[in-house]
């Protein structure tokens, strides 16, 4: 009997050769740029107390509500996939006393999170995320380092098209003024149970609603940013104009929201044009009560999360990456058995001096071996028979001109060649 074949769960992005050599490649740009910027690794778990979430992201967001994957493991706890990164680091920054020492603490990280979202283009159930924090000071240089952090990313990526969009969300006294009289506003309005329990959470969410009657009647509703106090709106003025300072486009969204409470302060998204429904490249802001919220002490951050498959999208849209992304320097093609041994010497000896290099296995003719040299995406091949092992001497053929440039078979001749060829 044959057995029907597995598929991967509905909506999940996945990635592999050659098209992984893509995503590989901005996951790394994105990297980069935050190590550029005095970034450090941190590596969590990608499970976690389900409660770091619920208190740490909110109870009115989908999120939370509607888009956990949540599980009881064998010890009986509730145990929550990470459905974003902010919660878990925070968690973890209290848990080893990261805050108690030089400030601010400036983290990266990148992997899978999970959403149970429908899924569409651009939006998946594991998609993957670059992100940072940088915790300790509520200074507007950082948050506009940290926003140049991703703007740089992208400009490296080649990107051209993506606008951001910031605002402020204020201080606790901004937020308690301009809470006091949008609750004012959304009581005048005809809301369904689920809709005014969800305003009670959280008002600002009234804003996010896609529903085009929660749209228009949300019109003419107060929006924070006329609401900042003198420090508040002096910290935003400082922002504007320090990203200004270093050339980096913006627009003010003042009715802009986060799909997640924990933000305070600066909050920014970067979207991106040709992407359709899902533009959001990706998005941050200040929490300034989050590490409050989860048991920690009341230490200010801000970070980003950048969506890799939604930003790899981008680059594919705006033809952006560079032509070839070569994961080899040289493929070896042995066309004898005694070429074949020599060839596989020379991989470990190659290898060893930092060369990425490969060869054809199995029997292949030249022919098959040129065309496994071709699949190989290497910048060289070199092929080897009986006469480049008798006489010493081949030939390294770039493979994108054609062009042939004469070595022995000589490790470090080969070296040589390759590093100052490439
Ligand atoms: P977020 O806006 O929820 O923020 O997600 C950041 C980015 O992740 C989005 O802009 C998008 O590119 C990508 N993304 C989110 N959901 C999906 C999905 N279902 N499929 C594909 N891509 C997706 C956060 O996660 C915050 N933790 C960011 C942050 C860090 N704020 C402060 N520090």
Redesign the pocket.
Known sequence: MKLSKFQAPKGV?EYFPPDSIQFEYVRDVLLQNAKLAGYSLIELPVFEDTEVFTRGVGESTD?VSKEMYTFEDRGGRSITLR?????GVMRAVIEHNLDKGQLPVKLFYSGA?F?A?RPQA????Q???V???AIGYNDPEIDVEVIAVADNAFKALGLKQYTLNITSLGDAKSRDAHRKDLVKFISTLKLDEATSERAKLNPLRLFDDKREEIRSSMQNAPVLLEYLSQDSSTHFGKVKALLESLKINYQVNPRMV???D??TGTTF??DHPLLGA?S??????R?DGLMGSLGGADVS???????I???LMACKAESSLPSSIEPLDLFIAPITDDAKSVSFKLLSELRKSGIRCDMAYGDRGLKGAMKAADKSGAIYALVIGDDEISSGKCELKTMSTGQVISSTLNTSDLISKLGTTK
Do not use: C, H, N
Request: no cysteine; net charge neutral.
């Open positions: 992005s999120v459905p974003e990164g902010t919660a999170f959403r979202e651009g939006r998946y159930r998609f993957y995320q992100g940072i924090e986060r799909g997640l924990y933000y998204e970067f899902q959001g490249i990706g998005g941050g802001g929490y951050g801000i970070g980003f999360g950048l969506g498959d939604r930003v």
